[in-house]
């Protein structure tokens, strides 16, 4: 176990360490956040996105909850992106999840959560009614775990272009694109399953046309 004390030495550690190496380094961050990326990824501890994609402090704007969910009444998660799309101006967004995510697992059964865990897991389960033919067609369970977690990716995606924020800048400014990755934890790679740009029209119901 890691005593929280450790935490904040080797943040001093690294904080120091950074210096070292550019003693400009936190003056120059802290007047500049230019990300072009917007990254919606599952919570779990094994997926952290910076370190998993080779990036540094500034470059990736992160919002993270169970399973990657894009809920059109997550205030949160709106606010997140209406930042990231109309003030950071963010050229893409990625949905990441991963591969035997505990959430996707977790909503595949019939147990009982309790209170807001239900809540949220439904909308994995309906994610699952929407794919029910080809997922119950696959026998083995890993499998159907991992398949159900790249559906979920695209029906968030898909969640996010119903949004008025990303058509009006798909619209306005032909950004930004929308990634559903799907990192794995037992090889450390990720998988881009589907993604939509600019151009993309999806259900006609879900379309504005006034924005
Ligand atoms: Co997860």
Redesign the pocket.
């Known amino acids: 176990m890691v005593p929280i004390n450790k935490l904040l030495l080797e943040n001093k550690a690294w904080a120091s360490g950074k210096l070292t190496d550019d003693p400009e380094y936190f003056e120059r961050l802290s007047h500049l956040q230019t990300p072009e990326f917007l990254w919606i990824g ?1 919570s ?1 501890s094994r997926v952290p996105a910076n370190e998993i994609t080779g990036t540094q402090p500034g470059e990736i704007f992160v919002h993270r909850n ?2 990657n969910l894009v809920i059109h009444t997550d205030v949160n998660l709106l606010s997140v992106l209406d930042y990231a799309v109309n003030h950071l101006n963010v050229k893409h967004v990625i949905v990441c ?2 591969y035997g ?4 697992k977790a909503a595949m059964t019939n147990h009982d959560y309790k209170y807001v865990l239900n809540m949220w897991l439904r909308n994995i389960k309906d994610v699952y009614r929407l794919h029910r033919a080809e997922l119950d067609s696959i026998e083995d369970e890993e499998t159907r775990v991992n398949r159900l977690t790249e559906l979920n990716v695209r029906e968030q995606l898909m969640n996010l272009a119903k949004t008025s924020i990303i058509q009006r800048a798909w619209r306005k400014e032909q950004r930004p694109h929308l990634h559903g990755w799907v990192y794995g934890l037992k090889n450390g790679i990720i998988n881009p399953v589907f993604q939509m740009g600019p151009d993309t029209h999806i259900d006609p119901i879900y379309e504005y046309d006034d924005l």
Do not use: E, L, N, S
């Open positions: 599952c779990d169970v399973a999840g991963h995510c505990g959430g996707v």
